[in-house]
């Protein structure tokens, strides 16, 4: 039997990776190297102490310096990061962050004393100012970057970056220190932002349509959130309006009385299972180890989770529900992990715990970038300034309390916290955006 031949089967081909998630991969890196930099002194202080002549308490001083510039450059940064865009400002920020970090194992080569000591308090406060714009500038990028549908994930997804950070950096810095030395080891651990922000300032753009490799159907995905770009003209008149903006206020109280919680497991875990529970030290830095992958998995199921409830039930639904029933429930297992008579089910308890506060990153962060919209950088940097005096409000008190062994109430204000932080969620409507408070304003 003879016919017309028959017709080629066409097989659609593999779809490219799209760039955004290439722009993501370099947001999440940022991240991850400013943990490293932050952290790797924790480890290295173990031999900086009698090396330098240096104290445990002026190690603490220097802790607090990193934590207090990199807290008060949240909005600030946010504010800047906005006026200069998302990849002037990794570059501009990356090369302090470097340069600071590398005066701290480099500054005992030509200085000592109390003249070392006020050069490395100072390396330490500019590190810490240095990178507090990355997470409010990643997440004005996030939102040009990504469909709406995502912002939840991909906050979640860099944050589940940081808590695996926070599992390798004690033993990658500990192995080049026993290795080369805390100077060499410090170093090393500075060394590849250098690259990054290369190869960022070479491929990095501020927006989708702007980036050579974007093509039309990525373009054609992110028409939906076109309203969502970042505005470099930000006037301190819209700054005045997002002070006094119901939502904004009330997610950055809901986010310091979080991080009670988080500083609370994140800070505190260890010290809590040797003079609480009475592990081993050894046993302890495996078993608060446990405690981080909990979070990391929390915010990554909770970025996930909320987008899909977003879809599903509204956005406004969709981002409060999480907090309403993660928050408590973490308050809950805070009181089981003090009140358990079984110290291994306390440690269980925690790390579900820090996996329910984490389910609730992704609705904060996305919450407050659908509210500000254009000024998603400096509104999520107020946010993350409430988030960091949470921080410095907790350390203080919790120091204090496990000092003299009172564990007990130092969690139960952790379960306090926890049931404010979720109810602060109460007025918090994400559909409300502030351009509409704005035109109210003026009209």
Same mark, same amino acid.
């Given at each position: 039997m003879t016919g017309e031949?028959?017709?080629?089967?066409s097989l659609p081909?593999?779809q490219r990776?799209?760039v955004?998630w290439?722009i993501f991969?370099?947001?999440f890196?940022?991240g991850?190297v400013?943990?490293?930099q932050q952290?790797?002194?924790t480890?290295?202080s173990v031999?900086m102490m009698p090396?330098?002549?240096?104290?445990?308490?002026?190690?603490?001083w220097?802790?607090?310096?990193l934590?207090?510039?990199?807290?008060?450059?949240?909005?600030p940064?946010?504010v800047?990061?906005?006026?200069l865009?998302a990849?002037r400002?990794f570059?501009?920020i990356g090369?302090?962050?470097?340069?600071?970090a590398?005066?701290?194992?480099?500054?005992?080569?030509?200085?000592?004393?109390?003249a070392?000591?006020?050069?490395l308090?100072?390396s330490?406060?500019i590190?810490?100012?240095?990178?507090?714009?990355?997470?409010?500038?990643s997440?004005?990028?996030?939102q040009?970057?990504f469909?709406?549908?995502?912002?939840a994930?991909?906050?979640?997804?860099?944050?589940?970056?940081?808590h695996?950070?926070e599992?390798?950096t004690?033993?990658?810095?500990? +192995? *080049?220190? &026993?290795a080369l !030395?805390?100077?060499?080891?410090?170093?090393?651990?500075t060394?590849? @932002? %250098? /690259?990054?922000?290369?190869?960022?300032?070479?491929?990095?753009?501020?927006t989708?349509s702007?980036?050579p490799?974007?093509?039309?159907?990525?373009?054609a995905?992110?028409?939906?959130?076109?309203?969502a770009?970042v505005d470099s003209?930000?006037s301190?008149e819209r700054i005045a309006?997002?002070?006094r903006?119901?939502?904004v206020l009330?997610?950055?109280?809901s986010?310091l009385?979080?991080?009670y919680?988080?500083y609370?497991?994140?800070?505190?875990?260890f010290?809590?299972?040797?003079?609480?529970?009475?592990?081993?030290v050894?046993?302890?830095?495996w078993l608060?180890a446990?405690?981080p992958?909990?979070?990391?998995?929390?915010a990554?199921?909770g970025?996930y989770?909320?987008? +899909? *409830?977003? &879809?599903r039930? !509204?956005i406004?639904t969709g981002l409060?529900?999480?907090?309403?029933? @993660? %928050? /408590?429930?973490?308050?809950?297992?805070?009181?089981?992990?003090?009140?358990s008579?079984?110290a291994?089910?306390?440690?269980a308890?925690l790390?579900v715990?820090?996996?329910?506060v984490?389910l609730?990153?992704?609705?904060?962060?996305?919450?407050v970038?659908?509210?500000?919209?254009?000024?998603?950088m400096?509104?999520?940097?107020?946010?993350?300034?409430?988030?960091?005096?949470?921080?410095?409000?907790?350390t203080p008190?919790i120091a204090?309390l496990?000092g003299?062994?009172a564990?007990?109430?130092?969690?139960?204000i952790?379960t306090?916290?926890a049931?404010a932080?979720a109810?602060?969620?109460?007025?918090?409507?994400?559909t409300?955006?502030?351009?509409?408070a704005?035109?109210?304003?003026?009209s």
């Amino acid at each position: 039997m003879t016919g017309e031949p028959a017709a080629a089967v066409s097989l659609p081909s593999p779809q490219r990776l799209r760039v955004r998630w290439k722009i993501f991969l370099f947001l999440f890196a940022f991240g991850l190297v400013a943990y490293l930099q932050q952290r790797g002194i924790t480890v290295a202080s173990v031999e900086m102490m009698p090396k330098l002549g240096i104290t445990q308490a002026q190690i603490g001083w220097l802790e607090e310096a990193l934590l207090v510039g990199y807290a008060f450059m949240q909005f600030p940064g946010g504010v800047i990061g906005q006026r200069l865009g998302a990849r002037r400002t990794f570059v501009v920020i990356g090369l302090i962050a470097f340069a600071a970090a590398m005066a701290l194992p480099l500054a005992p080569l030509l200085l000592s004393g109390a003249a070392l000591f006020a050069v490395l308090l100072g390396s330490q406060l500019i590190v810490g100012a240095a990178q507090g714009p990355i997470f409010p500038v990643s997440t004005g990028a996030f939102q040009v970057w990504f469909p709406t549908n995502r912002w939840a994930l991909v906050v979640g997804l860099q944050s589940v970056g940081l808590h695996l950070a926070e599992v390798i950096t004690p033993p990658l810095t500990a +192995a *080049l220190m &026993v290795a080369l !030395g805390w100077q060499w080891a410090l170093i090393w651990m500075t060394l590849p @932002a %250098l /690259p990054l922000i290369a190869w960022w300032a070479w491929y990095g753009r501020d927006t989708p349509s702007e980036h050579p490799a974007v093509g039309a159907a990525e373009l054609a995905e992110l028409a939906d959130n076109a309203h969502a770009r970042v505005d470099s003209s930000i006037s301190w008149e819209r700054i005045a309006v997002m002070l006094r903006n119901r939502d904004v206020l009330a997610l950055t109280l809901s986010y310091l009385c979080m991080n009670y919680v988080y500083y609370l497991i994140a800070n505190w875990c260890f010290l809590y299972l040797v003079q609480q529970r009475h592990f081993s030290v050894l046993d302890s830095g495996w078993l608060a180890a446990i405690v981080p992958v909990g979070g990391a998995i929390g915010a990554g199921v909770g970025g996930y989770v909320a987008d +899909a *409830l977003g &879809v599903r039930l !509204g956005i406004r639904t969709g981002l409060r529900l999480l907090p309403f029933l @993660a %928050l /408590p429930g973490a308050g809950v297992l805070l009181f089981v992990a003090e009140d358990s008579a079984n110290a291994y089910l306390a440690v269980a308890a925690l790390a579900v715990c820090f996996g329910l506060v984490e389910l609730t990153e992704g609705p904060y962060w996305a919450a407050v970038m659908h509210v500000a919209g254009a000024d998603a950088m400096a509104a999520s940097g107020l946010m993350n300034t409430g988030g960091n005096l949470g921080g410095i409000i907790a350390t203080p008190i919790i120091a204090y309390l496990s000092g003299v062994h009172a564990w007990t109430p130092t969690f139960l204000i952790g379960t306090g916290a926890a049931i404010a932080s979720a109810l602060l969620w109460l007025p918090v409507d994400p559909t409300r955006p502030l351009a509409r408070a704005r035109a109210r304003r003026t009209s």
